[in-house]
């Protein structure tokens, strides 16, 4: 027999917070939301959600409550009023912040007597719902698992442990990796640009060999971890050779040298310390804090 989908407030209704919201209410979920421009509710009210009054209302209206806003403060100002409607519900916090953020919230939460998971949105707001798309959550692993099958209407769970501020420490390190992908990505689609290449058919070339970039880390992971880093497929030294190729190319077009010019500056960081012959895993050494002795 199919259960009946769990009500959930969402608090917030910015492009996140409505696409959650739609989400929710398409998994069939009676949805409370609020808003502090509340003419932004329409399109949700037509879809089914009801707009409570205040945001204690909306708190009141379900033991699952989502908010999604600017940030931490706003999270705070618009809870201030609301704080006798906290006890007994879960909050799952769905604004962007920092890990520390994650555990003054998870404090402030308990102290007024409601359970708290941190979470972050591994997508914008049309990939919201999605299978493959992540959403990152950490706290209580209890609290989660009470939660999961509703939390997966917004994408594919993912519970990174107890400690409520590694969603958002595993948040800005994806987004790291992201923009540093976008930006190399970018780079490589202006070079063949200068010689009348396009993206459009830069990029496909360029995913296959992310593939075997995917290799690659798998591969250097381990040697992270070990802090061992045999240089037996490519040393830091045979990149840095390779990269000058990069600058060279890239300057003799006139395009900007930035990027290349900074990783070629950490891997020869990596190599002044003595790693030139290691593999590129070893810039960690330079990248990473000092290692306590
Ligand atoms: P947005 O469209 O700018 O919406 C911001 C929301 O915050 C609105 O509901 C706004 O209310 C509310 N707000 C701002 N200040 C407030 C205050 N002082 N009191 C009460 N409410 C306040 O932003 P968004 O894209 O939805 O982003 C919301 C959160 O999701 C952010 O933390 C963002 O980092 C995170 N996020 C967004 C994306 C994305 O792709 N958009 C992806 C991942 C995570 P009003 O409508 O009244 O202005």
């Keep these: 027999m199919m259960s009946v989908p769990p009500p959930v407030t969402v608090l917030g209704l910015g492009n996140m917070g409505t696409a959650l919201a739609t989400a929710l209410l398409g998994r069939g979920h009676r949805v409370t939301v609020w808003n502090r421009s509340p003419q932004k509710a329409a399109p949700l009210i037509e879809l089914g959600a009801r707009l409570a009054a205040t945001p204690g209302d909306a708190v009141a209206a379900s033991e699952l409550v989502i908010p999604c806003v600017l940030d931490y403060e706003a999270l705070y100002q618009l809870l201030a009023g609301a704080t006798d409607s906290l006890a007994g519900r879960t909050v799952v916090n769905l604004t962007s912040g920092s890990p520390e953020q994650a555990h003054e919230a998870l404090a402030w939460f308990r102290s007024h007597g409601a359970d708290y998971l941190d979470g972050a949105i591994m997508t914008t707001p049309p990939g919201v719902g999605l299978d493959e798309v992540m959403l990152l959550y950490s706290g209580p692993r209890e609290v989660f698992d009470g939660h999961r099958a509703t939390l997966a209407a917004l994408g594919d769970p993912l519970h990174l442990g107890a400690d409520p501020g590694l969603a958002s420490l595993y948040d800005v390190a994806l987004l790291g990796l992201m923009w540093a992908t976008m930006t190399g990505w970018l780079h490589g689609a202006a070079l063949l640009g200068t010689e009348k290449g396009t993206a459009t058919t830069f ?83 330079v990248l990473a804090a000092p290692k306590a002795t």
């Design 203 to 285: 990029t496909p070339v360029a995913i296959r060999w992310l593939g075997t970039v995917n290799g690659f880390l798998t591969r250097y992971a381990g040697q992270v971890d070990a802090g061992r880093y045999p240089g037996d497929d490519a040393t830091v030294d045979v990149q840095i050779a390779a990269i000058d190729h990069l600058l060279h190319a890239a300057a003799t077009r006139g395009l900007d040298t930035t990027l290349p010019e900074l990783l070629k500056s950490t891997m020869e960081r990596a190599s002044a310390a003595g790693h030139g012959s290691d593999s590129f895993a070893s810039v960690i050494e």
